[in-house]
């Protein structure tokens, strides 16, 4: 193992350019319009984001749209409804919008086609699997009639065995596996240390893992997953502290409800104007992910 990727003492990192932000929307730009909709989607892209993230289901007759619950009555006022026991034309007639705000009213909920068909040919899109593995040969039809790479289209999933599939059937689909890493009460511990994680992503195939934002994902942890060739992706950051942290760790990209204003924020941070305190200052990055902002010394690089 390289001990210097293990960073173990504090280490001076150099402010990465205003750019290497890349964010990813969740469920679209949500915070500005309604989640999972076309206006969200576009929303996003037209703000700067890398990628779009959605949330797909498959319907009762082989169709795949987007929505984030199994049923309707969340995003539709007047309609309960689950996914999977209507068909795609009696989905596109619900009001998805009005929820969110009148000026959204007669929203429908998209196709997984209409989403792909959005995506500019330099952006991506994060579709998040939510239900089981049976959508896999649905969804490589989508992806082979998608004007986008594959590169483009990442399929990510909770359920390892839908990643698994996916990798069966559509060998060359870029593939992440959304890992929850949460506190065990009864241990008081993480509930899976990084070795089991790394052995379940390695055994599915994924090519990397997004993984929620969490004290235990250090200097070290990421080592660990870079060592076995693994993107490594971190959702849901809103905070600036969060973002700073994951831009210091090297993360690939973060998932997000607020990119635009994040960016700015991060943005602003790290390159304030001339004249500002932190101009002669360099961002120092300890084991446990914890950052500061210490007088700069050309000899720590």
Same mark, same amino acid.
């Given at each position: 193992?390289?001990?210097?990727?293990?960073?173990?003492?504090?280490?001076?990192?150099?402010?990465?350019?205003?750019?290497?932000?890349?964010?990813?929307?969740?469920?679209?730009?949500?915070?500005?319009?309604?989640?999972?909709?076309?206006?969200?989607?576009?929303?996003?892209?037209?703000?700067?984001?890398?990628?779009?993230?959605?949330?797909?289901?498959?319907?009762?007759?082989?169709?795949?749209?987007?929505?984030?619950?199994?049923?309707?009555n969340r995003v539709c006022k007047d309609s309960n409804l689950w996914i999977e026991d209507c068909t795609l034309e009696q989905l596109k007639q619900l009001d998805v919008g009005s929820w969110f705000d009148e000026s959204f009213a007669g929203e429908s909920i998209p196709e997984l086609s209409e989403v792909l068909e959005i995506v500019p040919e330099d952006k991506g899109i994060f579709i998040e699997i939510k239900c089981d593995k049976k959508i896999v040969p649905a969804l490589k039809q989508y992806l082979e009639n998608s004007k986008l790479?594959?590169?483009?289209?990442?399929?990510?999933?909770?359920?390892?065995?839908?990643?698994?599939?996916?990798?069966?059937?559509?060998?060359?689909?870029?593939?992440?596996?959304?890992?929850?890493?949460?506190?065990?009460?009864?241990?008081?511990?993480?509930?899976?240390?990084?070795?089991?994680?790394?052995?379940?992503?390695?055994?599915? +195939?994924? /090519?990397? *893992?997004?993984? #929620?934002?969490?004290?235990? !994902?250090? @200097?070290? &942890?990421?080592?660990?997953?870079?060592?076995?060739?693994?993107?490594?992706?971190?959702?849901?950051?809103?905070?600036?502290?969060?973002?700073?942290?994951?831009?210091?760790? +090297?993360? /690939?990209? *973060?998932?997000? #409800?607020?990119?635009?204003? !994040?960016? @700015?924020? &991060?943005?602003?941070?790290?390159?304030?104007?001339?004249?500002?305190?932190?101009?002669?200052?360099?961002?120092?990055?300890?084991?446990?992910?914890?950052?500061?902002?210490?007088?700069?010394?050309?000899?720590?690089?």
């Amino acid at each position: 193992m390289d001990s210097s990727l293990l960073l173990p003492q504090a280490s001076n990192v150099a402010i990465p350019a205003t750019d290497s932000l890349k964010t990813v929307a969740h469920r679209g730009y949500s915070a500005l319009a309604p989640e999972n909709t076309l206006s969200a989607f576009n929303k996003a892209f037209e703000t700067g984001c890398s990628f779009i993230e959605g949330d797909f289901w498959l319907t009762k007759d082989g169709k795949i749209v987007a929505i984030h619950d199994p049923f309707t009555n969340r995003v539709c006022k007047d309609s309960n409804l689950w996914i999977e026991d209507c068909t795609l034309e009696q989905l596109k007639q619900l009001d998805v919008g009005s929820w969110f705000d009148e000026s959204f009213a007669g929203e429908s909920i998209p196709e997984l086609s209409e989403v792909l068909e959005i995506v500019p040919e330099d952006k991506g899109i994060f579709i998040e699997i939510k239900c089981d593995k049976k959508i896999v040969p649905a969804l490589k039809q989508y992806l082979e009639n998608s004007k986008l790479r594959m590169d483009q289209q990442i399929i990510i999933a909770f359920d390892p065995e839908v990643i698994r599939e996916v990798k069966k059937q559509i060998p060359q689909a870029k593939t992440l596996w959304v890992v929850w890493w949460f506190l065990d009460e009864e241990t008081n511990q993480p509930s899976n240390s990084i070795e089991q994680i790394l052995h379940v992503a390695k055994s599915i +195939g994924t /090519d990397g *893992i997004d993984i #929620n934002k969490t004290p235990w !994902l250090t @200097q070290q &942890v990421v080592a660990k997953i870079r060592q076995q060739g693994l993107e490594l992706h971190v959702f849901t950051v809103d905070e600036l502290t969060d973002a700073i942290r994951c831009l210091a760790l +090297g993360v /690939d990209t *973060i998932t997000t #409800n607020r990119p635009q204003a !994040l960016r @700015q924020e &991060v943005a602003n941070y790290l390159q304030p104007p001339m004249g500002t305190s932190r101009v002669d200052e360099s961002l120092t990055v300890y084991e446990d992910g914890s950052w500061e902002f210490l007088p700069y010394r050309p000899d720590a690089f």
